[in-house]
T-cell receptor
Framework: AQSVTQLDSQVPVFEEAPVELRCNYS??????LFWYVQYPNQGLQLLLK??????LVKGINGFEAEFNKSQTSFHLRKPSVHISDTAEYFC????????????FGAGTRLFVKA | GAVVSQHPSWVICKSGTSVKIECRSL??????MFWYRQFPKQSLMLMAT?????????EQGVEKDKFLINHASLTLSTLTVTSAHPEDSSFYIC????????????FGPGTRLTVT
């Protein structure tokens, strides 16, 4: 079975500061990794994904994430956040064995303060 | 591009009645669609996976006779909550994965169901 752990339920940060949202996963099979963002009163949007190749992936809005296989992590980072980045961020793991299935982490609420 | 719509956005129904929620991929074909429930301030819980033209695969603990899923075409999936009860009140979200894509999902805006 697969699982996803987002280590921080809430992350308050000041505007223009860097931020890292942590995600660890466990799986006995190969995985594809995703970060999604949910802005207030909106649906989830894809931020970035890792399928294969370079372990550092860049996404929209200046976000990037690094896949670390040995630590089974896929942390999300942004060097300088804006007020508009305030949202809920979900890490997700997709596996194909036994069917296309995605498990989501519990989410991390990023709150950017002025 | 990659827009998914859901209809209705919110619905109130009486206990014992059935409600149908539609999920459409507007500008792409989706071989696989997913249905989730999201509880307040919680993550998404996968209910079922549907592939066009075949029966849906339900997650453990999800009653397939209560939550009927039909994936009639590459752009439309429906979820029917049958004989709804107040405990079925929730936020239901669908997503679609493009055919030949990279396994990302595009999400609908969700449907708020309230059963009275």
């Amino acid at each position: 079975a697969q699982s996803v752990t987002q280590l921080d339920s809430q992350v308050p940060v000041f505007e223009e500061a860097p931020v890292e949202l942590r995600c660890n996963y466990s799986s006995s099979v190969s995985v594809y990794l995703f970060w999604y963002v949910q802005y207030p009163n909106q649906g989830l949007q894809l931020l970035l994904k890792y399928l294969s190749g370079s372990t550092l992936v860049k996404g929209i809005n200046g976000f990037e994430a690094e896949f670390n296989k040995s630590q089974t992590s896929f942390h999300l980072r942004k060097p300088s956040v804006h007020i508009s980045d305030t949202a809920e961020y979900f890490c997700a793991v997709t596996t194909l064995g036994g069917g296309f299935k995605t498990i989501f982490g519990a989410g991390t609420r990023l709150f950017v303060k002025a | 591009g990659a827009v998914v719509s859901q209809h209705p956005s919110w619905v109130i129904c009486k206990s014992g009645t059935s409600v149908k929620i539609e999920c459409r991929s507007l500008d792409f074909q989706a071989t696989t669609m997913f249905w989730y429930r999201q509880f307040p301030k919680q993550s998404l819980m996968l209910m079922a996976t549907s592939n066009e033209g075949s029966k849906a695969t339900y997650e453990q603990g999800v009653e397939k006779d209560k939550f009927l899923i039909n994936h009639a075409s590459l752009t439309l999936s429906t979820l029917t909550v049958t004989s709804a009860h107040p405990e079925d009140s929730s936020f239901y979200i669908c997503s679609a994965s493009p055919a030949g894509g990279g396994y990302e999902q595009y999400f609908g805006p969700g449907t708020r169901l309230t059963v009275t």
